[in-house]
């Protein structure tokens, strides 16, 4: 593709180019996961109506086929969030290893519930995930797309306190 789409950075563009390359010419849908990724990255972690158009005309996709990608996978949002993003899971396994004093425990030392962020716009803490597919390591929560197991409350306050 190689021109600057409206919206997209140069960087993102490079991005999406290197992932095109992976798919047939014809396919160039396989790769809105890619492009919504680095949409959303360059875009202090949310995707705007404007950067999905730009991401639907770059890989000459129908704009309701991105939407629905975008409010389909929870990696993706749509409105501002904070700058790291938290997720608990709180699925069986997890539930059974202390998931919901992990919840509580981070509502209460954050302050906020779960779907907001904090007024500094440091953390998101994401709705409820059904499944983050760390079974053996529960409880667990993911921060920035990185898992931690095995949660302790402390272990809690050690992960989060880094986050700047």
Known sequence: ???????????????????????????????????LHEAQHDNEGFLTEELMDAVADYLKMPRIAVYEVASF???????????H??????NVSCMLQGSD???DH????????????????RIYLKREEECLAACCGAPMMMVDHVYHENLTPRKV???LGKLK
């Open 73 to 83: 996978y929870s990696m993706f949002e749509t409105t501002p969030v904070g700058r």
């Open 1 to 35: 593709m190689g021109a600057q789409t409206t919206n997209l950075s140069a960087h993102a563009c490079d991005v999406i180019d290197a992932a095109l390359e992976k798919y047939p010419e014809e396919q160039k849908q396989s790769a809105v996961l890619t492009a």
């Open 157 to 159: 306050d050690e992960i």
């Open 85 to 90: 993003s938290v997720s608990i899971c709180t």
């Open 101 to 103: 004093e992990i919840v």
């Open 106 to 121: 981070v509502e209460r030392a954050l302050g906020i519930k779960i779907g907001e962020s904090t007024r500094d716009g």
